[in-house]
């Protein structure tokens, strides 16, 4: 008896080292702003998840990337019409302000030492802001109209250093250079 009896405390010890978001998948989640997409995706690393709603009528997507971050952190996503990878792709990107209030905007990634300052993107972008909740960050935004493509190779980025508004460059091995995908915004 004694040692069913530290078994279970054992267990129930282990299991409250688990954090409670790893439970939590994309379909699960509540916006703060009670904001609902109808698609979502947990992505592989980088404890992120892409959530979105696509119009065929409009062939618009609308987003919201959501990563776990410290406060000083910044979080990044992307779409790549021309390839696969960093090189090329169309990001929005989110930090905290040396003020504290979040911003957002977009950004072209167009070689291994981008300057990471506000700029027009390829594809059209609107309606761009940011969240920090519970320890994650989430940038909102609207891309398109995308056209009759639906299906993108994807990046998604997070790094713990800004200067002077300016996010710093992101680790250059591990989860961070894993994090690429193929997103169809038909898909659910």
Known sequence: M????????????LASLVPISSAETCSNYSFPSNQVFHSCMDL???QASLHWNYSQLTTKAQIAYRA????????????????????GSQALLALRH???????????????????????LGIPVSDVSAEY?????????????LGNRTSFNHVW???????????????LSGQNVESMGLINFLSS
């Open 2 to 13: 004694a040692k069913s009896n530290s078994l279970i405390l054992l267990v129930c010890s």
């Open 44 to 46: 592989p690393v980088l």
């Open 68 to 87: 776990t971050q410290i406060p000083i952190g910044w979080i990044s996503w992307a779409l790549n019409p021309l390839g696969r990878g960093m090189i």
């Open 98 to 120: 040396a003020n504290g209030s979040m911003i957002a905007y977009s950004t072209s990634i167009t070689s291994y030492n981008p300057s990471m300052l506000p700029g027009e």
């Open 133 to 145: 909740v519970d320890q994650q960050m989430i940038i909102f935004g609207v891309l398109g109209p």
């Open 157 to 171: 980025q997070r790094g713990s250093t800004v200067s002077e508004n300016i996010p710093q460059v992101h680790p």
